[in-house]
């Protein structure tokens, strides 16, 4: 039992002043609330006058009962106006001047400072500084809503409080390294081309989004936003476009404009500006205007009705017309959040980004927009897979081959590339780019950017299980390309890839896409390569149906059909940068992911000496959740009232189901004396039936090893069992053909201090011992005698004691009378150094989440 203690909170009085606040915007009125929270009395409020007939938001009536309110120019008294303190809310405390310039300049920190003033305004003593690091990408925009916006309101409070508690400072500002630069114009904002690729990025974000940084392009004034630096060297496949003064044409290709500094650096802009107001993708420019005009159905032209949201916020404006267009209505950049915002409320589905606003200005061009989104036809999110292509197995497969980052398929770093291998036949399928640590950090920089800014971590719970429905039902499309992809690249048998690879992750997507609006961070998935795909869905498909982004890394040996899944989940309407597949080494690209101090859950299939060390950096980097499924040494006891036939035929599913690359196999069998014999003999007629072969031969039943790797060390470990005086029934040696294949083995006469009885074969290799009659306890203790508890089995007609042998058996699944049965619905994983955290089931979704618990 627990006892609680009730703790009685007294409440602080603090000392308040009465106070007329000046400013404006959002920032202002949240500074307002915040004032009145902290219980000083607001006696007057000033701020702009209305723009086209709409108020600022710090000047909206309705927020302001009983106060006075007025506007800048018509500043002449405040209500009540003894021993006033004035709060002068100067771009949320920080000159946005300053900050526009910290970004030309490409300053590493930032921050802001609350001042006393004085006749200078900006000169006098420091009340209070905060500061943060500026990223290589950041931008106004990024910058205020990360920092800006909620520390500058909690600084501008806790100055007023320091005031009111007579404890602020007043630090004399330092004169040294002082300068003053005037508001930035647009006829002074043209680039400068003869500087380095990182100076003119820098010129362009820091004029983003006013005044615009801006160059000549076909006569005329061409402004450009969002740009971001990219890696020097890399290639930039696309059309080359004149820019007058550049030391070299830019390059529109399908990322956006490619532009180039004097020392060969290169960044990357998303959108232009013309002059006539027309913002569109840079990576249209050469189709600008080119699409065709969407015929509405009845159904688009209810939605758009429901989407004349514009009068509520172009109150100014009588009628809205096809043509009326926002932004020449006197809509402001705060309308246009506010405009993304409604259309959400209105069609969850239509998800906008404040872009798309900007580069559909007529009411016109903004129903189109909306539509064509709605459609799947946005041409901006085009997605253009290189695929490499196979005629085999009765089909055309397409293979993706390249890193998948932010919702396109990417080079890796310096186009480094590896060959991934068809274990049947030894040779190469194709080349895969190979991840590096930069890949690693572009990754996750998108998937927290899309958990976030974008609209995954913002939609609707049952718009999220819509889409996991729809890549569910495009996987069963594909079902067969991707059983052919996954027995060429991991050597698995069709028909079992096609029922347990395939199928099961379909039926895993289904089954989690239902749990969306029943029940958040960046996940890093590290999974194996026995089970590519269904390895992908057991991790992904919880942490996307709790609204996680992911980070994935494949198998090195076999990436491809995590690559194929990309493909797959983009096509399926899955946001940029919710899903990133990295194929690569585990030492460099999972390392990486495991030490990163933005990844917050990591979840790992594979051996438990790379467990250990995962867990080990998780828990030195940042503290991140930790799921792991780690070896296995499963036993299964075989009584010697079973039913034979199914004992025999479930015990060789046990160990050579899917060649024995099965975390949950029966790595040791426990016979009873008195039918020892005679399984091993059925055991033995029925292995030297099975056909060993092509995986994509509709009759084979054994498949080759994964990789070259994994055979030899299968040949080893055999070679430790005859050693050791374990008899070797049949098998254990490689065959002499081309390829990875190995012969089903039996071993039996195998004692609990052998190797082979100790350690896992993850392979097709049937490990037998007997114990006495009446025995139990003591083949329980020889069970358990491993460090492993994954799984576990049992044979016996006798239900209590199936379920005394079930009870004490430390494993996290205990089979009774079958074997390799597992559900979507039903949690699992295991005990001891098997791991820890379940997949499948309401239970995967607990890492997956966050619980805390607000007190008020």
Request: net charge neutral.
């Amino acid at each position: 039992h627990m006892k609680r203690k009730r703790k009685i909170l007294n409440k602080v009085t603090r000392p308040t002043m009465k106070i007329a606040v000046i400013g404006q915007s959002l920032f202002g009125k949240e500074v307002y609330k915040e004032l009145r929270k902290d219980g000083h009395t607001i006696v007057g409020v000033f701020t702009i006058p209305d723009k086209d007939g709409k108020a600022d938001p710090l000047g909206e009536k309705p927020a302001f009962s009983g106060v006075y309110n007025s506007c800048w120019p018509r500043l002449t008294h405040v209500h009540d106006g003894a021993a006033i303190f004035i709060v002068t809310l100067l771009a949320a405390g920080v000159s946005f001047l300053d900050l526009h310039r910290t970004l030309i300049h490409g300053d590493k920190k930032g921050g802001f400072t609350v001042f006393w003033a004085d006749d200078g305004l900006d000169t006098g003593p420091i009340l209070l500084q905060r500061e943060c690091d500026v990223e290589p990408n950041d931008t106004v925009n990024t910058i205020y809503k990360r920092f800006l916006f909620p520390e500058g309101v909690k600084g501008t409070v806790e100055a007023v409080r320091l005031i009111a508690e007579g404890k602020a400072q007043r630090i004399p500002q330092p004169e040294e390294g002082a300068t003053y630069e005037c508001i930035q114009k647009k006829e002074n904002s043209k680039i400068d081309w003869n500087q380095s690729a990182e100076a003119i990025h820098n010129w362009i974000r820091g004029n983003d989004k006013v005044p615009g940084a801006w160059a000549e392009v076909d006569g005329q004034k061409v402004t450009f936003y969002g740009s971001t630096l990219i890696d020097n060297g890399v290639a930039a496949n696309g059309r080359p476009l004149e820019i007058c003064g550049a030391s070299r044409p830019g390059m529109v290709t399908k990322a956006g404009l490619v532009l180039f500094g004097n020392d060969g650096g290169a960044l990357l802009v998303k959108n232009i500006q013309f002059e006539d107001g027309k913002m569109i993708t840079a990576s249209q420019y050469f189709s600008a205007g080119a699409s065709a005009t969407v015929v509405l159905t009845e159904e688009e032209k209810a939605f758009a009705e429901q989407m004349r949201v514009w009068p509520s916020i172009l109150t100014n404006v009588g009628q809205i017309e096809d043509s009326t267009d926002f932004f020449k209505s006197g809509a402001a950049s705060m309308d246009v959040v506010r405009l993304v915002e409604e259309v959400k409320l209105c069609a969850s589905s239509c998800q906008l980004q404040n872009e798309d606003i900007y580069m559909n200005t007529t009411f016109q061009d903004f129903i189109q927009m909306c539509v064509r989104k709605l459609r799947g036809e946005d041409d901006e999110e085009e997605l253009i897979v290189d695929y490499v292509e196979k005629n085999i197995n009765n089909m055309t497969v397409k293979m993706p081959h390249q890193l998948f980052i932010n919702g396109e398929f990417v080079d890796a770093e310096g186009g480094k590339t590896y060959k991934t291998i068809n274990p049947c036949d030894g040779m190469a399928i194709c080349d895969v780019s190979l991840a590096q640590i930069s890949d690693v950090d572009k990754a996750v920089a998108a998937a927290k950017e899309a958990f976030e800014e974008q609209e995954w971590g913002k939609m609707n719970p049952r718009d999220r299980g819509r889409l996991l429905y729809k890549l569910a039902d495009l996987m069963e499309q594909h079902q067969e390309e991707l059983a052919t992809i996954e027995a060429i690249d991991s050597g698995a048998v069709y028909t079992l890839a096609l029922k347990t690879h395939v199928g099961m992750s379909i039926q895993t997507f289904r089954y989690f896409a239902g749990w969306c609006d029943k029940i958040q961070v960046i996940c890093a998935i590290v999974i194996p390569w026995n089970y590519p795909l269904m390895m992908l869905a057991w991790k992904t498909a919880a942490c996307l149906a709790a609204g996680n982004t992911v980070v994935l890394k494949p198998a090195q040996v076999t990436p491809l059909t995590a690559l194929k899944f990309a493909e797959l989940a983009s096509r399926a309407g899955l946001p940029k940068g919710v899903i990133n597949i990295l194929p690569g080494s585990g030492s460099l690209v999972g390392q990486r992911l495991s030490d990163h101090p933005d990844v917050r859950k990591l979840g790992f299939t594979g051996s438990t000496e790379i467990g250990k060390q995962i867990m080990k950096s998780c828990a030195v980097s940042n503290l991140k959740k930790v799921s792991l499924e780690l070896g296995g040494k499963s036993p299964l006891i075989i009584f010697a009232d079973c039913d034979m036939d199914k004992a025999v035929r479930m015990g060789m599913s046990s160990v050579f189901f899917n060649k024995g690359e099965n975390c949950i196999a029966a790595g040791r069998l426990f016979v009873e004396e008195s039918i020892h014999d005679q399984f091993v003999k059925k055991v033995v007629e029925e292995v030297k039936k099975m056909k060993i072969g092509d995986p994509l031969d509709r009759c084979t039943d054994h498949g080759p090893q994964n990789h070259k790797a994994h055979l030899d060390k299968l040949v080893e470990f055999c070679q430790f069992g005859v050693k050791e005086g374990a008899v070797l029934v049949c098998g254990g040696h490689a065959l002499q053909r081309p390829g990875f294949f190995f012969e089903p083995t039996v071993f039996t006469n195998v004692q609990d201090h052998m190797y082979i009885a100790k350690e896992e074969s993850f392979g097709p290799v049937m490990i037998i011992s007997k114990f006495k009659s009446g025995e139990i306890d003591e083949v329980l203790r020889s069970a358990n005698a491993t460090e492993y508890g994954l799984a576990s089995g049992v044979f016996t007609k006798d239900i209590s004691k199936a379920l005394y042998v079930s009870e004490r058996l430390n494993a996290g699944t205990v089979f009774v009378n079958t074997y390799n049965k597992t559900d979507v619905a039903t949690p699992f994983g295991g005990f001891k150094q098997s791991g820890f955290g379940k997949d499948l089931a309401r239970s995967a979704l607990t890492l997956k989440t966050k619980k805390h618990t607000t007190l008020q």
